[in-house]
Structure formats: C-alpha cells, structure tokens
C-alpha cells in the first residue's frame, strides 16, 4: 500500500480516464508541471501514467493522478507541508530544466551590426 | 530463448478471460525456454494461486505495484513484456512500461470495448486486440502466432 493511502487526500475526481484527468489538473490548477511516468512524490508514491504527466499546484495544495487498476484514475489533492514541499521541489526541477535549456543554445549573435545611427537605418 | 526475460503484466481480473490466457502464455513461454514472471494486482494474483495450486503454470508470480516500482528504481528490468488490458487503467499501467523499460511491448487488448481502448494507445507497442470477454479461443490463437514469432 502506498502512503497516499494513509494521508489525508480529498478526491477531485474518480473513476475517469487518464487523459480526462490530465485535463482536470491542466484546467484547475494554477500552476502545471510536467513529469515523466515513475516520478516520485511522498516518499514512496511513483506516478503511473500515460505521459505528459501534469501534476498541479493551487496554493499549498498539490493536485495529481492516483490510478488503480480495477477503478481507474483518480484526480486527488493533498495540502499540507508535504504537498508544499512537493510544489517546490516541481518548481526548482522547471528551473533547472529552464537553465539547461538556456545552457544549451548559443548565445544570440546577429551577423549584422546595429545600425549606428539613424541615416544607417535609412540606407538599408 | 534461455535466459530471455519475460513479464506478463495483469490488470483488473474482472474479465475471465484474463486469467485462463495469463496462464496458458505462462506456461507455453516457460516450455519455450524463456524465463516468466507474471505480475498482477491482489485479486489477480489470488485467482492465478488459486487456480495453479501447485505452481505448475505460473512459476514466479508477484505484485504488479512492486515489479513497476523495481522497474521505475532499475531493480528489474524484462526483455519482452505482455501487458493485458481491458480497461483504461490497464493501458494506463502499459503506458508507464513503456516509457519506463526497454522491454519489446505487445499489448493484450481484449473486453466489449478492445477496439474503441486501443484507439486510445499512443505508446510504441504490438497490439493484439480481441473482442471477447468470456471465450477465450480466439484471443488464444492470436497469441499462438505472437509466440511463433518470438520463439525463432
């Protein structure tokens, strides 16, 4: 049993496909995340899920899917300092992956000099 | 086909034919050669012990949640994965497989609605797809040209 079971959760919404529940979190969350299938939350919790995997942050609650194979995929949210911490760490994986992003592509060089003045503009 | 690794991944049992195919692949693919694990949830897992008492056909069985989570860890990985499905949850799981092992993946899609939820499969996989709930012959046939294939 995972420890989601045990926490105190609220359901958002149950019994319903992966790609609805993806919707849900995409349309009533306020910030959106994207993990990869196996990500990790609470400890022992691994996400099962159809990729892109959304997980949502409103306020101090963490919204994200919860699928069991006889009753389908579950929309649950969680808001306490776990959940918090949960946000954070979403939030500090995008800006590292934001950062490698901008490591990766060169520096905007432009081939043409800026025009030093006005006439230059007008020649061109 | 000594030493290849094989799971057969079980979702919900509500569809009888689950089982009876879950324990037929077993026991073909072990007289093959290839080494099977058949992962399934709690009430999966009890019908296949019940129904192989002896362990005759299925061999290593374990839980479905554990075996992904040793997956997802790298603790475990197959050469070849089954993944039956008859319901969105059970593609649910093959689609975490899919991203998560480098096991060649053949889907079992089968219940009332096999066509219409493999329309919904957007991962790299051999789809098998049969529209039946109770009679498992022809799911059965299918599945004998699949393992004729693997087993060259």
Redesign the interface.
Known sequence: MSCIEQMKYEILLDRTTYKDAREYIKENSDEVYYVSPGYKIFRDYHIIGVPPIAMGAKGSALIFTYTKPCYGTFVLTVDNEDSIKEINRLREKEEEKVISSLKKSKPHESSKKPPGSFLDMWKK | MTGVKVLLMM??P?VPIQTSIALYLSHKLANSGFDVTVAG?G??TKLLRVSDSDSYYVKKLVN??KT??D??EKRADFDICFAFMH???????A??MS??SEAKLYSIVFGRNAEALAE?I??DCDQIIEKAAHNPVQLKKKLDKVLEEISK
Do not use: K
Not at chain 2, 87 to 93: C, P, R, S
């Open positions: 979702g919900c509500e949830t009430a999966a479905l949640d992904l989570e997956v997802i319901n969105d949850a059970g593609m649910t799981y689609a975490t991203a998560l919904t957007e991962f």
